[in-house]
Nanobody, 119 residues
Framework: QVQLVESGGGLVQAGNSLRLSCVAS?????MGWFRQAPGKEREFVAA??????EYSDSVKGRFTISRDNAKKTVYLQMNNLGPEDTAVYLC?????????????????WGQGTQVTVSS
């Protein structure tokens, strides 16, 4: 069974950057990042298979998802952050190598890490 632990969240000023990490304790196939702001639905952010990636329109060009299989870690590099990026960011794991943008396609989730961007 896979267990996911996120880290790297924090408080930053608009225009700055953060890098989130997600460490898997079990098998790591395709992985995804989602985010959820207070009062809003969970939103797809980015996903990665072995090397193929997919991004939401709201983060494309600013965020980069990557993975280090030796470290069993998935990263989300977030550049040029704005207040609209404030949310709890959650790492999620699939049980195969398909890429998906729907939360229901992922079977394991981390507990989330808070990202807060001030104006």
């Amino acid at each position: 069974q896979v267990q996911l632990v996120e880290s790297g969240g924090g408080l930053v000023q608009a225009g700055n950057s953060l890098r989130l990490s997600c460490v898997a304790s079990g098998p790591m196939f395709s992985m995804g990042w989602f985010r959820q702001a207070p009062g809003k639905e969970r939103e797809f952010v980015a996903a990665i298979a072995w090397s193929n990636t997919e991004y939401s329109d709201s983060v494309k060009g600013r965020f980069t998802i990557s993975r280090d299989n030796a470290k069993k870690t998935v990263y989300l590099q977030m550049n040029n952050l704005g207040p609209e990026d404030t949310a709890v960011y959650l790492c999620a794991a699939r049980m195969n190598w398909d890429i998906g943008t729907l939360a229901g396609e992922y079977y394991r989730w981390g507990q989330g890490t808070q990202v807060t961007v001030s104006s």
